[in-house]
């Protein structure tokens, strides 16, 4: 029996391959990448973080997620992750999973949203510090759900989240991290300069778009995915981008992702 995974069109899409213990990599350069999930009303993109944690969390790995739910508690994850043959509860118990419930920090104390932005920080900081100089090999991912409502939580501070992701972006620097995170790009439709959206785009090595089918609804088709991926090399050795566009369907074990048309 092999420990092998098996790829499919949005790990190819990312450029991932697995060594030989399994660990998720990127062939096309290695830690340290930002991964932006842009989805919209008429089509999320959760599915794809519940993919990316799986990956980072499987059993033929040793890779840590550092995750901040601005969006859901623990439970919501865990319920879908267990679908999905990943217990979130038994990763974090093995220090593989951190996990960081934004809604409940405790805001009784008079502490100010800026106060419990650097709180946080501190913490993910913290988790990263330890995780980085533990033995063997541990690839650290910080997962963002969602970035959109990082705004909301620093009080409408724009500054403030800007701040907060820069941050949390200098640990792919500092400690080789692997960053993602998700936002809703319609919630920004009606601004003349969605900075934090901009900022987030600039930034990115891959751009993950969730969208709505083009022809309408189907009953066996859920959505479109297109993935940009930033400087990757061509034969000639030149940086360029590289567009894939494909179609997915959500089930409870998962999504499956097909290119157009190849499904009857």
């Keep these: ?3 092998s995974l098996p ?4 790990e190819e899409a990312l450029g991932f391959t697995y060594n030989s213990k399994g660990c998720a990599v990127f062939s096309g350069g290695g830690d340290g990448r930002l991964i932006v999930v842009e989805d919209c009303v008429g089509t999320s993109g959760a599915f794809v973080l519940h993919h990316l944690l799986k990956r980072y969390l499987a059993s033929q790995s040793t890779d840590v997620v550092i995750f901040l739910s601005f969006s859901q508690p623990f439970s919501h994850y865990d319920r879908i992750l267990r679908k999905m043959g990943c217990n979130l509860v038994v990763q974090r118990e093995k220090k593989r999973l951190f996990f960081f419930d934004v809604q409940r920090l405790d805001r009784d104390e008079g502490k100010m949203s800026e106060d419990l932005l650097i709180e946080l920080y501190g913490k ?3 988790a990263v510090e330890v995780c980085s100089t533990s033995e063997g090999l541990r690839n650290i991912t910080i997962m963002i759900d969602d970035v959109s409502l990082l705004e909301i939580d620093a009080d409408g501070s724009l500054n403030l989240a ?3 992701v820069h941050y949390c972006y200098s640990l792919t620097t500092q400690f080789g991290c692997s960053f993602v995170t998700l936002t809703h790009e319609d919630v920004y439709s009606t601004v003349n300069r969605p900075t934090l959206l901009l900022q987030l785009e600039y930034l990115a090595d891959e751009v993950i778009r969730a969208e ?3 022809t309408g609804l189907a009953s066996d088709v859920h959505g ?3 993935v940009l991926s930033k400087g990757v090399g061509d034969i000639s050795g030149k940086p360029r981008n590289k567009v894939s566009n494909f179609q997915f369907r959500i089930k409870d074990s998962g999504a499956e992702y097909f ?3 190849s499904r009857t």
């Design 1 to 3: 029996m092999t420990n």
């Design 7 to 10: 790829s499919n069109l949005l």
């Design 124 to 126: 993910v900081h913290k």
């Design 162 to 164: 800007l701040k907060f």
């Design 212 to 214: 709505p089918l083009a």
């Design 224 to 226: 479109q995915l297109t």
């Design 259 to 261: 290119y157009p048309g």
